[in-house]
């Protein structure tokens, strides 16, 4: 098992820039794939970006390519979503998620179903 904690969010104004952490503890955390997610207002939770549990394979939703980049730091335990030139609609809570994989994980995950584990979330509100 594994437990996720995300930082703390914040409010931004449109076009800036913010840098969200996923410290994780218990289980190996180079055993999982990584997701990142999120959630607006009125709206069901939706795929952000994912990462490979190896060599660092990685997914991004149409809407945030080329403006977030998702990582991960197998001995710092963590995983960042860095996000810039944000906009009003990337408000939302954000998700870190964890899917175990046995042996070598070359696999991005979109599918929210396919996570084990969940963090608590953070709020991302971006200002126009």
């Known amino acids: 098992q594994v437990q996720l904690v995300e930082s703390e969010g914040g409010l931004v104004q449109a076009g800036g820039s913010l840098r969200l952490s996923c410290a994780a503890s218990?289980?190996?955390?180079?055993?999982?794939?990584m997701g990142w997610f999120r959630q607006a207002p009125g709206r069901e939770r939706e795929f952000v970006a994912a990462?490979?549990?190896?060599?660092?394979?990685?997914d991004y939703a149409d809407s945030v390519k080329g403006r977030f980049t998702i990582s991960r730091d197998n001995a710092k335990n963590t995983s960042n979503l860095q996000m810039n030139s944000l906009k009003p609609e990337d408000t939302g809570v954000y998700y870190c998620?964890?899917?175990?994989?046995?042996?070598?994980?070359?696999?991005?995950?979109?599918?929210?179903?396919?996570?084990?584990?969940w963090g608590q979330g953070t709020q991302v509100t971006v200002s126009s």
């Open positions: 998620a964890a899917k175990f994989i046995s042996g070598i994980g070359l696999v991005v995950y979109r599918d929210d179903t396919q996570y084990d584990y």
């Open positions: 990462i490979s549990r190896s060599y660092g394979y990685t």
């Open positions: 218990g289980r190996t955390f180079s055993t999982y794939a």
